[in-house]
């Protein structure tokens, strides 16, 4: 064995010596620099393949080497943005790829560089002319890089009976942008993943098209950008930045409820970029007709792509969601603790996170195997905070809330009038009055215009017969008990 690792270490050093060799012969006659951008090249190639990540691919494809002096790799970078991302990431891992290239140690300093002398960034989109709006005669400045969250790929999302239509959609609008399912409208309750889909959908568009303009947004962050442009004069700047993406991900949009101004901006982008067939995704926390003060020609837009709702996971799926977690973590979980978590934690995802997050960093601390006791001692408070419709609301906060997620007035829920939306909501206000407070049917009743106990007894049952089997009551009730819970 000694005699076969001197062999290989002699043919080792023969090849570097050759290589090194090569080197001076190649410096002699190229241009400087000519090395280092040759080494960096073969350090980015050899990263790539073994970092499988699509955000590190997207960005370290817009780096561009510029200098190597004094053991210092100078790399320039789009903007701020991408210097602050890739250097807390990755600039150890970058330069120790490209000190192995070069056979001496470096480190490696991100330089934002100045938009003129980008020019590997993507070419410059022209504006048609049937959008004299947005034409303008200066070039289009390269869009901010969406900040999109490490993590949130198709790669690592749990695709259940709950969300398999949304995730099927997501995956739709990466391979045909702009064409059948525009926009696409994802709702669903909070922590179940719509963040998530819309984030994968930007990562993975950037992964198969760099050359893609992606913005990526809230809708509370869109208002405050259009404002900020509103007063720093710089409104045409902003519009023809909005408008010139290719694929506009609005997160949380009913956050632009109630803003006049910011929803008619809202209104004329989404109709610049669906004439142009740009593709646009949206995401709320209820369907459209669910979100107070919207514009109804707003509204009609959002309903008028595809709706894709990720409804709330059953305990199998989420017992599934929480293994897969467990196992990328590689975490071994024992499956009784798997189920009994499951079977605790109804509300969201994120909760089932974080129970996971506690529950490994309690096995780390106590050495101790993961069991169901343990699991019980610790994650008591979320069990609590994953039961919210149990804790006690007043009739008269159901009662609002209902007035407020089906838009009509406290005089018509408890009047007489039987059109079908007012009769729906009456009857879902009185099943959540009887199941989230201690009331008797009878008064019920009285906080509804003095019915009698068994008009509230026959609604009851009419919306229990239906709860698990219609997703629009299931979002209804889920978001009145939080507009009730003040929440
Ligand atoms: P939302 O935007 O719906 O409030 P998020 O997308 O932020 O929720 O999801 C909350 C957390 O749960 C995130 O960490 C996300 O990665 C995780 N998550 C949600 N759904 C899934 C899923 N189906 N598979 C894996 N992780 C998920
Ligand atoms: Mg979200």
């Not at 049917?441 to 009851?460: M, N, P, Y």
């Given at each position: 064995?000694?005699?076969?690792?001197?062999?290989?270490?002699?043919?080792?050093?023969?090849?570097?010596?050759?290589?090194?060799?090569?080197?001076?012969?190649?410096?002699?006659?190229?241009?400087?620099?000519?090395?280092?951008?040759?080494?960096?090249?073969?350090?980015?190639?050899?990263?790539?393949?073994?970092?499988?990540?699509?955000?590190?691919?997207?960005?370290?494809?817009?780096?561009?080497?510029?200098?190597?002096?004094?053991?210092?790799?100078?790399?320039?970078?789009?903007?701020?943005?991408?210097?602050?991302?890739?250097?807390?990431?990755?600039?150890?891992?970058?330069?120790?790829?490209?000190?192995?290239?070069?056979?001496?140690?470096?480190?490696?300093?991100?330089?934002?560089?100045?938009?003129?002398?980008?020019?590997?960034?993507?070419?410059?989109?022209?504006?048609?002319?049937?959008?004299?709006?947005?034409?303008?005669?200066?070039?289009l400045a390269p869009l901010p890089l969406p900040h999109f969250?490490?993590?949130?790929?198709?790669?690592?999302?749990?695709?259940?009976?709950?969300?398999?239509?949304?995730?099927?959609?997501?995956?739709?609008?990466?391979?045909?942008?702009?064409?059948?399912?525009?926009?696409?409208?994802?709702?669903?309750?909070?922590?179940?993943?719509?963040?998530?889909?819309?984030?994968?959908?930007?990562?993975?568009?950037?992964?198969?098209?760099?050359?893609?303009?992606?913005?990526?947004?809230?809708?509370?962050?869109?208002?405050?950008?259009?404002?900020?442009?509103?007063?720093?004069?710089?409104?045409?700047?902003?519009?023809?930045?909005?408008?010139?993406?290719?694929?506009?991900?609005?997160?949380?949009?009913?956050?632009?409820?109630?803003?006049?101004?910011?929803?008619?901006?809202?209104?004329?982008?989404?109709?610049?970029?669906?004439?142009?067939?740009?593709?646009?995704?949206?995401?709320?926390?209820?369907?459209?007709?669910?979100?107070?003060?919207?514009?109804?020609?707003?509204?009609?837009?959002?309903?008028?792509?595809?709706?894709?709702?990720?409804?709330y996971p059953k305990a199998d799926e989420r017992a599934a969601?929480?293994?897969?977690?467990?196992?990328?973590?590689?975490?071994?979980?024992?499956?009784?603790?798997?189920?009994?978590?499951?079977?605790?934690?109804?509300?969201?995802?994120?909760?089932?996170?974080?129970?996971?997050?506690?529950?490994?960093?309690?096995?780390?601390?106590?050495?101790?195997?993961?069991?169901?006791?343990?699991?019980?001692?610790?994650?008591?408070?979320?069990?609590?905070?994953?039961?919210?419709?149990?804790?006690?609301?007043?009739?008269?906060?159901?009662?609002?809330?209902?007035?407020?997620?089906?838009?009509?007035?406290?005089?018509?829920?408890?009047?007489?009038?039987?059109?079908?939306?007012?009769?729906?909501?009456?009857?879902?206000?009185?099943?959540?009055?009887?199941?989230?407070?201690?009331?008797?049917?009878?008064?019920?009743?009285?906080?509804?215009?003095?019915?009698?106990?068994?008009?509230?007894?026959?609604?009851?049952?009419?919306?229990?017969?239906?709860?698990?089997?219609?997703?629009?009551?299931?979002?209804?009730?889920?978001?009145?008990?939080?507009?009730?819970?003040?929440?």
């Amino acid at each position: 064995m000694p005699a076969v690792a001197a062999r290989l270490d002699c043919l080792f050093v023969l090849r570097m010596s050759m290589e090194r060799l090569e080197e001076q012969l190649t410096l002699v006659e190229e241009p400087p620099g000519a090395t280092f951008r040759r080494a960096f090249d073969a350090a980015i190639r050899q990263l790539v393949t073994h970092v499988n990540r699509p955000m590190f691919q997207v960005f370290v494809s817009k780096v561009k080497p510029l200098e190597c002096a004094n053991n210092v790799a100078t790399l320039g970078v789009r903007n701020e943005l991408d210097r602050s991302w890739l250097s807390s990431r990755y600039g150890r891992m970058i330069g120790n790829a490209i000190a192995t290239q070069l056979g001496h140690p470096v480190t490696v300093e991100f330089v934002p560089l100045p938009p003129e002398t980008d020019d590997h960034l993507p070419p410059e989109m022209t504006l048609s002319d049937s959008e004299p709006q947005t034409r303008m005669s200066k070039p289009l400045a390269p869009l901010p890089l969406p900040h999109f969250m490490p993590g949130l790929t198709f790669d690592t999302f749990v695709v259940t009976p709950s969300n398999r239509h949304a995730e099927a959609s997501a995956q739709a609008v990466v391979t045909g942008p702009g064409t059948r399912f525009n926009p696409l409208f994802i709702f669903g309750g909070v922590g179940l993943g719509k963040t998530h889909l819309l984030h994968a959908i930007g990562v993975e568009t950037l992964q198969r098209r760099p050359d893609t303009r992606v913005a990526c947004m809230t809708g509370e962050a869109f208002a405050d950008q259009y404002i900020t442009a509103l007063r720093g004069g710089c409104i045409d700047e902003f519009r023809r930045m909005q408008r010139s993406v290719d694929l506009w991900l609005i997160d949380d949009i009913q956050f632009i409820a109630g803003k006049e101004r910011t929803q008619e901006e809202f209104f004329h982008t989404f109709n610049a970029l669906y004439q142009t067939g740009k593709q646009m995704v949206l995401v709320s926390d209820k369907p459209p007709k669910g979100i107070c003060d919207i514009q109804e020609r707003l509204r009609s837009r959002f309903e008028h792509g595809m709706m894709a709702e990720i409804q709330y996971p059953k305990a199998d799926e989420r017992a599934a969601i929480l293994l897969d977690k467990a196992k990328a973590e590689r975490f071994d979980l024992p499956m009784d603790v798997v189920h009994f978590i499951a079977d605790k934690i109804q509300s969201s995802i994120r909760t089932l996170e974080g129970a996971l997050t506690r529950l490994i960093s309690q096995v780390s601390l106590t050495a101790e195997p993961p069991s169901i006791a343990m699991a019980s001692a610790i994650l008591g408070g979320f069990f609590i905070d994953s039961q919210p419709q149990r804790q006690a609301v007043s009739v008269d906060a159901i009662q609002k809330a209902c007035c407020k997620y089906y838009r009509i007035e406290l005089d018509e829920l408890v009047g007489t009038r039987r059109t079908s939306s007012v009769a729906e909501a009456r009857k879902v206000a009185m099943y959540l009055a009887r199941e989230n407070t201690p009331l008797a049917w009878k008064a019920i009743g009285r906080h509804f215009g003095g019915r009698d106990h068994s008009t509230v007894l026959h609604a009851h049952r009419s919306v229990a017969q239906s709860v698990g089997q219609s997703s629009e009551l299931d979002n209804a009730l889920r978001e009145v008990m939080r507009l009730a819970n003040g929440r």
